[in-house]
């Protein structure tokens, strides 16, 4: 990690800002770790992403190995497991309340391993034929950085599949259209029900938000996003605003 910033799972980080140091609030992941799945059981925006990964995955010729950066419980490793029986699987997670879920959830599949390095950290340069980073990189320090060692793990013509939240987390909008969701799908009650269960998920969301605004997460706006894959070495393939508009997903090509 960067020695101005605290490992990823800390509820505050120093930040460097004109050569002074500042205070941060940081989500709690390990924390979010316990609730995180509701997301992937009620989120009909979450389920989304997963079923355009999957298409994703049919579109394109079976890695020999992939790489799930910043995978927290492992629901993408989980999908291109099920996809690619054939392919070696690495989720790097750093965090040790996520990958736990991840190493209960994952049991059955053999095609797995389980690594809790920091991006930067990871050792295995040119080697994967496809990196998967959801959710992941507006998290880390310097993510510019982040894009170059996510560029270095690919060998020339992998494939990146990357979704990033870029626009502030407004925790109060996503309340509000997941109970509109959730009260058509189940009733009020059953709604009500369920966002009570998943309280650690608003409150660590409340948290990302603030990250945000003090600037210890990094926004950003697609264009800007979409220059700094560039930059990094890749060639951008589909670019799409997602999310609701919070995030973007880009799928790129290392460049040789």
């Known amino acids: 990690m960067s ?15 004109g050569g002074t140091v500042s205070r941060g609030t940081q989500a709690d992941w390990n924390a979010y770790a316990s609730e995180y799945d509701l997301l992937s059981d009620h989120n009909p925006e979450y389920r989304a992403l997963q079923r355009d990964f999957e298409a994703f995955l ?37 965090h040790e ?12 599949f053999r095609n797995i391993t389980y690594d809790t390095a920091t991006l930067e950290s990871v050792d295995a340069p040119g080697t ?20 170059a060692d996510l ?3 690919l060998r020339p013509g992998g494939w990146l599949y990357l979704i990033d939240l870029g626009r502030r987390l407004d925790v109060k909008d996503w309340r ?8 058509r799908e189940h009733g009020v009650f059953r ?38 894959v560039t930059a990094a070495g890749f ?11 919070y995030s973007d997903l880009i799928v790129a090509r290392a460049r040789a």
Not at 3 to 17: E, K, N, R
Not at 97 to 108: P, Q
Not at 176 to 183: D, E, I, K, P, V
Not at 194 to 202: G, P
């Open 128 to 147: 994967a034929d496809l990196v998967v980073c959801v959710h992941a990189l507006y998290t880390m320090p310097d993510p510019d950085r982040r894009l």
């Open 58 to 94: 049919a579109t394109i010729e079976t890695p020999d190995r992939i790489v799930d950066i910043g995978g927290g419980t492992g629901n993408y490793t989980q999908i291109a497991a099920r996809c690619c029986p054939g392919s070696a699987i690495r989720l790097v997670e750093p």
């Open 235 to 245: 060639d951008i393939h589909r670019q799409e605003t997602v999310y609701r508009g």
């Open 3 to 17: 020695s101005q910033v605290q490992s990823q799972g800390s509820v505050s980080a120093d930040l460097v800002d």
């Open 176 to 183: 509000a259209y997941l109970f509109s969701h959730l009260r």
């Open 191 to 228: 709604a009500l029900r369920i966002l009570w269960q998943s309280r650690e998920i608003a409150k660590q969301n409340t948290a990302i938000e603030r990250a945000q605004t003090e600037g210890v997460y990094r926004t950003h706006t697609a264009e800007e996003f979409a220059s700094a």
């Open 151 to 153: 560029r270095r793990l």
């Open 97 to 108: 309340g996520m990958i736990a879920v991840a190493r209960r959830k994952l049991s059955d």
